[in-house]
Nanobody, 126 residues
Framework: QVQLVESGGGLVQAGGSLRLSCAGS????????MGWFRQAPGKEREFVAA????????GYADSVNGRFTISRDNAKNTVYLQMNRLKPEDTAVYYC???????????????????WGQGTQVTVSS
């Protein structure tokens, strides 16, 4: 079982930056691919970024590629999402997710993730 807690959301002006953190519990955290998803009001939840269990390069949605960076620190059981050059359309609740199957490369679909955090609100004003 993995429990995830996101933090770092807030209100920021367009063009600004935020860094989200996702702290995971459990000794096996380092074995799982991790992802970030987001859900804007009235829209379905969508993939944002993901990273494999061994780190390396992440995968990104086209809408955030070049602006967001995902990383992880397995010693701290934490995954990060650095968000730069934020736009009003980035406003959403951001969710951290963990793949429950160990040692898999990251996925971009919700159904590839078994554990979810409660979400953190990101609001970008114009």
């Amino acid at each position: 079982q993995v429990q995830l807690v996101e933090s770092g959301g807030g209100l920021v002006q367009a063009g600004g930056s935020l860094r989200l953190s996702c702290a995971g519990s459990g000794r096996t955290f380092s074995r799982f691919a991790m992802g970030w998803f987001r859900q804007a009001p009235g829209k379905e939840r969508e993939f944002v970024a993901a990273i494999s269990w061994h780190s390396g390069r992440g995968g990104y949605a086209d809408s955030v590629n070049g602006r967001f960076t995902i990383s992880r620190d397995n010693a701290k059981n934490t995954v990060y999402l650095q968000m730069n050059r934020l736009k009003p359309e980035d406003t959403a609740v951001y969710y951290c997710a963990a793949d429950g199957s160990p040692f898999r490369p990251y996925g971009t679909s919700e159904n590839e993730y078994d554990y979810w955090g409660q979400g953190t609100q990101v609001t970008v004003s114009s």
